[in-house]
């Protein structure tokens, strides 16, 4: 009985860490293909007042002069370590940034748990 309830809770785990892994290169590449650049949304109008050497150079400041799946793969090394990089709106690191927004992220979330809850239970009474 205990070796299937490992095999089941692996395989969930299994299929739960496929699941992370295939959104967060879904997301990674899609934000890639947009038409906005990333180094644009990092420095802003200063890039068009940049020289072509100085252009290169921030480029692989942020590493993204390499391919994309390169930049896929370092972030995900990094992400697997607690590092999730800098956000280039916000110039800081997007731990900070997730930090600073998990209060309301949490409060939203319980009310609108709450709610259903209560609207399940008021759904359930009247019938």
Known sequence: MKKHLWAYYGRKLAVFALSVLVLSALVFFLSRMTPTDPLLAYYGDRTEKMTAAENDQARARLGLDQPVAVQYLRWLKGALRGDFGISY??????????????GNTLILGGLGFGFFKFSHLVYKTVQ
């Open 89 to 102: 709106k916000y110039k800081q690191s997007v731990t900070a940034v997730i930090g600073k927004r998990m």
